[in-house]
């Protein structure tokens, strides 16, 4: 969980602003869970809907569903799958998450078990094992594979923010597809999710253009 077994001697940055990253941040390590469930609950919040909406939604649902942590701070475990699963989905409508999610998030939670094996494969497979599940998208995969597995390939195809950031971080691009960002990645291709994880980490942002996107309370629907 500390990282201590990732590996990051084969990322050779051939960008300035990645040495400069690599340099300042010569701590930052891409970690491993090996829980499955507690990446892939958070990742479907978060789909469509702003990252304020997603914390919120994860929130509500610790609260409903969680033990207290152990200890005196005040903490709670990760949801359990069996709570989870055992809620009917218009409690998660005061979590501010639509039927569809809910349904999603239950039907995998109920299956717990034969999910969290899915971290027993190698990454390549295991992303395309979590992609044969309802719900679960080439965005989503990733989110899992490098948060609770640690892939250091995984890069999340489909985000709203990425691309634009690879695109101004490694060309001075500031809006580009997918498609661009992953052929100014493909130099690091097998090591692509720590370059993710170094530009986002550095602070690095693309000029906005236009209004941001609105949080939306869909408890109040």
């Given at each position: 969980m500390a990282?201590?077994?990732d590996d990051p001697a084969p990322f050779r940055p051939q960008h300035q602003v990645l040495r400069d990253l690599r340099r300042r941040l010569p701590g930052l390590r891409l970690a491993r869970t090996d829980r499955i469930l507690e990446a892939l609950?958070?990742?479907i919040l978060e789909q469509k809907v702003t990252g304020t909406e997603a914390r919120r939604a994860w929130r509500r649902l610790v609260r409903a569903t969680s033990e207290p942590a152990p200890g005196d701070f005040g903490l709670l475990l990760p949801p359990d799958p069996g709570r989870v699963a055992a809620l009917p989905s218009f409690r998660f409508h005061a979590f501010g998450v639509e039927r569809r999610r809910a349904e999603r998030i239950r039907w995998l939670?109920?299956?717990a078990a034969r999910i969290e094996r899915i971290g027993e494969l190698p990454p390549v497979e295991a992303r395309s094992s979590l992609r044969l599940l309802p719900g679960v998208?080439?965005?989503t995969a990733a989110e899992v594979a490098r948060l609770a597995m640690g892939d250091p390939d995984a890069v999340s195809v489909g985000d709203f923010h990425l691309p634009?950031?690879?695109a101004w971080a490694l060309a001075a691009e500031p809006r580009a597809t997918d498609e661009r960002m992953l052929?100014?990645?493909e130099p690091y291709r097998g090591q692509r999710a720590r370059v993710q994880v170094?530009?986002?980490a550095g602070g690095i942002v693309a000029p906005r253009f236009g209004p941001r996107l609105e949080?939306?309370?869909i408890e109040r629907i």
């Open positions: 990282g201590l077994e609950i958070p990742a939670c109920s299956r998208g080439v965005w634009h950031l690879v052929e100014l990645m170094l530009l986002e949080p939306h309370a």
